[in-house]
């Protein structure tokens, strides 16, 4: 494909390609999605294929059995999740309380602004969300006007993996409802980011009032324009 500007071509031919040579054994990654919305469907299955192992997986949830995190769960290559809700996997809940998963639970808001500060360049930030419960165990606390808070740290990653709906060749993303909710603040916190789009336009082709994420933040795009996009629970009306 035509190179993007400055002469550097982001847009890669495979979710395969678009990992090599950036993922390691060992690494932090921060992993976009909620539920099993937005979730980058075919770097999650490279990052399996590619058979790295002892990662740390940042990402607000953990898949399901057999899709999504679940995949990594499923061949071991998850040493810990660093998340907000897992119970959506029985994998997980086995190698939890066997010892053989590490696990560092996080108030869903809590870990949305861990990430955001990683990718706005703040250490740590003080919050009165899990003040008083095992969540602040260990942790600096300090009281402002009267309220007590926690300190938090700032959550970086050595890559990220996120999905968006649409990108340009520069890397500039448009995400859709939901998925916007934990994949731009996965995207900033990464010293690599990865994103897996629908659909890839020329420069030029998205308002700039319209882009969600600048493209300073994506590093490789590929385009897995058929997702499966599988509902986590589907629920019907009786009768």
């Not at 990052?47 to 679940?70: E, M, Q």
């Not at 861990?114 to 419960?133: D, E, Q, S, V």
């Not at 300090?142 to 700032?154: K, P």
């Amino acid at each position: 494909m035509a190179a993007t500007q400055n002469g550097k071509n982001k847009v890669f031919p495979s979710a395969k390609a678009a990992l090599d040579g950036i993922v390691a054994d060992g690494q932090t990654l921060a992993v976009g999605g909620f539920g099993l919305c937005g979730i980058p469907e075919a770097l999650i299955g490279a990052l399996r294929d590619s058979g790295v192992k002892g990662l740390t997986a940042i990402s607000n949830n953990a898949g399901v059995d057999g899709f999504g995190l679940g995949l990594l769960l499923e061949t071991r290559q998850i040493r810990k999740m660093i998340s907000s809700y897992v119970g959506e996997n029985k994998e997980f809940e086995r190698q939890f309380l066997s010892g053989e998963l590490e696990l560092e639970f996080n108030p869903q808001g809590t870990l949305a602004e861990r990430l955001r500060a990683g990718g706005a360049g703040i250490p740590a930030f003080f919050t009165r969300t899990g003040y008083g419960t095992v969540v602040a165990e260990g942790k600096e606390t300090r009281e402002f006007g009267g309220h007590h808070y926690v300190m938090e740290t700032a959550l970086k990653a050595d890559v990220s993996l996120v999905r968006a709906w649409k990108a340009d060749k520069a890397g500039n993303l448009v995400f859709r409802k939901t998925a916007r909710n934990f994949n731009p603040a996965c995207a900033m916190a990464g010293a690599v980011c990865i994103v897996e789009v629908e659909e890839l336009v020329e420069i030029g082709q998205i308002d700039p009032d319209h882009v969600h994420l600048p493209g300073i933040y994506v590093d490789r795009i590929v385009v897995n324009a058929t997702p499966e996009k599988r509902i986590e629970q589907r629920t019907v009306r009786a009768g």
